[in-house]
């Protein structure tokens, strides 16, 4: 039951090349930075990456797509990156673009067994009819097109079928953990954790604060040990912003 490992790097080691990967995170917020910065030292390439988004250029999940070490990712809002934007047109990265809630639910429904579900999000749009470009040539012609997915209607609306996703590993970042993998996460940094916990086939969580069993309230615990295979006491957290918004001092020039 004890599933502490002595290190992020520990913990990713057999992580193998061409894994699907579910990472937490929402921009630079709740990412799990300990475990990205193993993937990157241990080289890991070819990989799948589902999460809302790939950080910036030099931190977060950038660092290993500027290691040429992703071929694919999944996901919501990519507009923070100049290497994704640079590698996706270039045909370097295959992209499958996914409304933000769909993202969550597919996620979840992994998580929770169910293959499929429908949704309105996307019905009669490029989402449902096929057509996004998801993999250019070199020359910048369209090398691979998403396809078309069912739609069916209920009570008059139309609805379009998305498939769950599941992953062969999930690194996710929380607040405070127990040696059996119960998690507690803090305010918005719990964002996609908890859904890319329950989906994966092993899940490996980094935390700020490692406790004893039975020091975290039962009714306070996000996610139980039950979904999580690997605990890493987290170090040296930046926690950057990934945009600065203050409000102006009274009297500033607007």
Not at 37 to 56: H, M, P, Q, Y
Not at 82 to 90: A, D, N, P, V
Request: charged letters at 25%; a neutral charge; aromatic letters at 8%.
């Amino acid at each position: 039951m004890n599933k502490v490992y002595q290190s992020a790097l520990d913990a990713c080691r057999d992580i193998p090349d061409g894994a699907t990967i579910l990472a937490g995170g929402f921009g630079l917020c709740g990412i799990p930075e300990n475990c990205i910065a193993a993937l990157r030292e241990l080289g890991t390439k070819d990989l799948v990456v589902v999460s809302n988004n790939c950080g910036v250029d030099d931190f977060g999940l950038g660092v290993l797509l500027r290691n040429k070490q992703i071929r694919k990712m999944i996901s919501s809002y990519v507009g923070e990156n100049k290497e994704f934007e640079r590698q996706y047109l270039s045909g370097e990265l295959e992209v499958e673009l996914t409304p933000q809630g769909t993202l969550a639910e597919r996620v979840r429904a992994g998580g929770a067994g169910i293959p499929a579900f429908y949704t309105p999000t996307g019905a009669h749009t490029a989402i449902s009819e096929g057509g996004l470009p998801v993999l250019y040539n070199p020359d910048g012609s369209v090398k691979k097109y998403s396809e078309k997915k069912e739609i069916r209607s209920f009570n008059g609306r139309d609805y379009v079928l998305e498939p769950a996703i599941h992953g062969d590993f999930a690194i996710v970042k929380a607040w405070k953990g127990d040696r059996y993998g119960n998690l507690v996460y803090r305010k918005t940094a719990m964002n996609f954790n908890p859904m890319m916990a329950t989906a994966a086939k092993v899940t490996i969580a980094e935390v700020e604060e490692l406790v004893e069993v039975g020091e975290l309230d039962p009714d306070t615990i996000h996610t139980p040990g039950l979904y999580v295979h690997r605990v890493v006491q987290g170090a040296k957290y930046e926690k950057r912003i990934e945009r600065r918004t203050v409000q102006k001092p009274e009297g500033a020039r607007q």
